[in-house]
């Protein structure tokens, strides 16, 4: 039988993202189990993580099982993923052991690898998780490389709990300031579950050089036609916000200077008014505001929005532990 992985969730159906929200919000009311007695997984982060880290440990705890962290290349070796490379820099060993020696030890193995940003069209290929799904025989649960899946079902749980249902919901996933360029994940997920969701979906950037990757476009319109939703882009602010229902704020670098951001630093400097304020959210359909975190604040959102009753961010953050619950138990073959 084929190993089923967890690296975007377009690999499951409606019904099977609906049915893990389910059980995700089981979890919220039976918080532990013996789910995952015996079981175990490997959390590996080539980035830094809090809420990704805390919430699989804790998740992987409250059902019995255990969690190992490891940051390859800080406290385990670094790791060579090119076939055929000689291998005389600085990885000490190759994916193809890694992987196959973690799928002996554990039940899962979880990994969070983020672009380079340095050439889009490699990264948009997304070979390191890639190659753990080749070579280990356990299922992968992506943490983050260019989707962030998990935050995807801890988003759509948190807009239920919020909003009810979502279909025809109007959502706004809008571009905000950072002083550095970020990953397009979240952004491209945000979009994938909106549109899955069938929310008549909004993509609110600063120009064109800011839309997504049509990968994540395509899937998003493709969504939408199936889920009775829509998918527009628009570079109007004002005229964007009016009558929302969800407005979700996230900062990434404009993918055509992918590789010379020096040059994309005085364009995204000019447009440091998207971040989201008391302004702004007022012309909203009273919407709820959300992030994934981590979010500076007075850059991406203002202090008034992160403080307000509308911003469920850290609903949002807590559902990481329920959801993740789900998926360890779904791919364990316990629930
Ligand atoms: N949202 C999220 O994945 O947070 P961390 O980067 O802290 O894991």
């Given at each position: 039988m084929?190993?089923?992985?967890?690296?975007?969730?377009?690999?499951?159906?409606?019904?099977?993202?609906?049915?893990?929200?389910?059980?995700?919000?089981?979890?919220?009311?039976?918080?532990t189990?013996?789910?995952?007695v015996?079981?175990?997984?490997?959390?590996l982060?080539?980035n830094?993580?809090?809420?990704?880290?805390?919430?699989?440990e804790l998740?992987?705890?409250?059902?019995g099982?255990?969690?190992?962290?490891?940051?390859?290349?800080k406290?385990a070796?670094?790791?060579?993923?090119?076939?055929g490379?000689v291998?005389?820099?600085e990885?000490e060993?190759h994916?193809?052991e890694?992987a196959?020696v973690?799928?002996?030890?554990v039940?899962?193995?979880?990994?969070?690898?983020?672009p380079?940003?340095?050439?889009?069209?490699l990264?948009r290929?997304?070979?390191?998780?890639?190659a753990?799904?080749?070579?280990?025989?356990v299922p992968i649960?992506n943490?983050?490389?260019?989707t962030?899946?998990?935050?995807?079902?801890?988003?759509?749980?948190?807009m239920?709990?919020?909003?009810?249902?979502?279909?025809?919901?109007?959502y706004?996933?809008?571009w905000t300031?950072?002083p550095r360029?970020?990953?397009?994940?979240v952004?491209n997920s945000a979009l994938?579950?909106?549109t899955?969701?069938?929310m008549?979906?909004?993509?609110?950037?600063p120009t064109?050089?800011?839309?997504?990757?049509p990968?994540?476009?395509?899937?998003g319109?493709?969504n939408a036609?199936?889920?009775?939703?829509s998918?527009?882009?628009?570079?109007?602010?004002?005229e964007?916000?009016?009558?929302?229902?969800?407005v979700?704020?996230?900062s990434?670098?404009?993918l055509?200077?992918?590789?010379?951001?020096?040059?994309?630093?005085?364009?995204?400097?000019?447009?440091?008014?998207f971040?989201v304020?008391?302004?702004?959210?007022?012309?909203?359909?009273?919407?709820?505001?959300?992030h994934c975190?981590?979010?500076?604040r007075?850059?991406?959102?203002?202090?008034?929005v992160m403080?307000a009753?509308?911003?469920i961010?850290?609903?949002?953050?807590?559902n990481?532990?329920?959801?993740?619950k789900a998926?360890?138990?779904?791919?364990t073959?316990?629930?």
């Amino acid at each position: 039988m084929k190993l089923r992985h967890f690296i975007t969730t377009q690999d499951y159906s409606r019904a099977e993202i609906d049915a893990l929200l389910e059980q995700a919000a089981r979890f919220k009311h039976a918080p532990t189990g013996k789910q995952l007695v015996g079981k175990s997984i490997a959390l590996l982060f080539f980035n830094p993580s809090m809420r990704t880290r805390t919430s699989f440990e804790l998740g992987a705890f409250q059902l019995g099982g255990h969690a190992v962290v490891l940051s390859p290349g800080k406290d385990a070796w670094p790791i060579e993923f090119e076939l055929g490379k000689v291998m005389d820099a600085e990885a000490e060993e190759h994916i193809v052991e890694v992987a196959q020696v973690l799928s002996r030890y554990v039940d899962l193995i979880a990994v969070r690898a983020f672009p380079k940003l340095q050439n889009w069209a490699l990264d948009r290929q997304d070979r390191l998780i890639k190659a753990f799904a080749h070579h280990a025989t356990v299922p992968i649960i992506n943490m983050e490389t260019i989707t962030h899946p998990c935050q995807e079902l801890a988003h759509a749980l948190v807009m239920k709990e919020h909003l009810g249902q979502l279909e025809k919901k109007k959502y706004v996933l809008t571009w905000t300031y950072h002083p550095r360029p970020l990953n397009t994940a979240v952004a491209n997920s945000a979009l994938l579950m909106a549109t899955r969701m069938g929310m008549d979906v909004t993509l609110l950037c600063p120009t064109p050089e800011y839309v997504l990757d049509p990968r994540y476009m395509e899937l998003g319109r493709l969504n939408a036609k199936r889920h009775g939703g829509s998918l527009t882009v628009s570079h109007h602010i004002e005229e964007t916000y009016r009558g929302a229902h969800m407005v979700y704020a996230k900062s990434w670098g404009a993918l055509p200077y992918c590789g010379r951001w020096e040059q994309e630093k005085p364009v995204r400097d000019s447009y440091k008014h998207f971040m989201v304020d008391k302004a702004k959210m007022a012309l909203t359909e009273h919407a709820r505001f959300s992030h994934c975190l981590p979010l500076r604040r007075n850059v991406k959102a203002s202090d008034a929005v992160m403080d307000a009753a509308y911003c469920i961010a850290i609903d949002e953050a807590e559902n990481r532990i329920p959801v993740q619950k789900a998926v360890m138990g779904m791919l364990t073959g316990r629930i």
